[in-house]
């Protein structure tokens, strides 16, 4: 995100990041302090040691706060949204066996702490509040996405549960974050000196975002959301076996099987949804299908009758010399 356009979104701001010492909210912080003229920042979340470790790598920093918290506790939400004019909801249970096994917590976190997060944002004035959403869901095939279906509804809905109210709410929905914690990045890199890396299916594909890009489009979606929308940036595609073969090559890969929960190639938008979504230039923006929405309000191209937005018929393709390069840099 270029600095002066950040500067221009969130000068004199105060932004709460949910979630604020996992892999999104580190970067998301990181630039907010060293190209924004933000006036606070608050790291909302659950992990007291994290929250020291960034309290000492920003020692000095008089623009930072720490809240200790859980989104599933709305009494807390209320009370660190207190002033806050920008909330980014980062803040999720992820990793799919664990939400398979898991499926209570994974409902409790993902939506009854996003049903907290509208109220608290609707009760407590903040101007906007953006969610993150995943790849996953769309036509989810797992609990992990089916509770961030719900969740990207809940945010949509909120809009008109707020009423006459100031609070407006939107959605990034973007693929796998390279480099993020428990990526497969980080998993192959561990596996290299074994000479052997577990790859579920050969023809596996996926969306991948770094995370320097999820920030700039979170801040974008800032800049361009009325309230509603679901924003997807256009992304490119890999293939597993190119990301294997990028990260170690002289590794042999061994195919083990799909994993319960877990698709063949993803998708973020599906056709059903692409019958109201645009297509504005480097992002698709899904509008809600609701009667409060007014459809004039973007400008952009409908996109054609039976499209989907996949990664295995995608048009842009990440190589396996330009995935070296981005993993080489992370």
């Not at 600095?3 to 990041?17: P, Y």
């Not at 859980?70 to 939400?99: C, N, W, Y």
């Not at 914690?181 to 000196?193: D, E, I, K, N």
């Amino acid at each position: 995100m270029a600095g002066q356009d950040m500067a221009g979104i969130l000068k004199g701001k105060a932004v709460l990041v949910t979630g604020g010492t996992g892999s999104f909210g580190r970067a998301f912080v990181a630039s907010l302090l060293a190209a924004s003229g933000v006036r606070r920042i608050v790291v909302f979340s659950r992990d007291e040691l994290k929250q020291w470790e960034m309290q000492q790598h920003y020692r000095g920093e008089d623009r930072l706060r720490f809240f200790i918290g859980d989104v599933r506790d709305r009494q807390r939400l209320v009370r660190a949204f207190s002033g806050i004019d920008i909330v980014v909801h980062a803040a999720a249970l992820k990793q799919i066996p664990a939400t398979e096994y898991n499926p209570f917590e994974a409902v409790r976190t993902n939506i009854y702490g996003a049903e907290n997060v509208i109220d608290a944002a609707i009760d407590e004035g903040v101007l906007q509040v953006i969610a993150l959403s995943t790849d996953k869901a769309s036509s989810p095939v797992n609990l992990y996405g089916a509770t961030k279906l719900v969740s990207d509804k809940l945010f949509v809905a909120g809009n008109a549960y707020a009423g006459g109210r100031r609070t407006r709410m939107a959605v990034v929905r973007y693929g796998n974050v390279l480099g993020s914690r428990g990526s497969v990045v980080s998993h192959f890199r561990a596996l290299a000196a074994t000479g052997t890396l577990p790859i579920t299916d050969a023809r596996m594909t996926r969306f991948w975002i770094t995370l320097d890009q999820a920030v700039h489009r979170v801040c974008v979606s800032l800049s361009r959301m009325h309230g509603g929308e679901i924003f997807v940036p256009k992304l490119p595609s890999m293939k597993i076996v190119d990301l294997a073969r990028a990260v170690a090559p002289d590794a042999r890969i061994e195919i083990v099987g799909i994993r319960p929960g877990e698709k063949l190639h993803e998708e973020m938008i599906g056709v059903e949804s692409a019958r109201h979504t645009l297509d504005v230039g480097d992002h698709y923006v899904i509008q809600p299908d609701v009667d409060w929405w007014i459809r004039d309000r973007l400008e952009g191209t409908p996109l054609p009758e039976g499209f989907s937005y996949a990664s295995d018929t995608n048009t842009e393709w990440l190589s396996i010399d330009a995935l070296r390069a981005i993993v080489a840099g992370l």
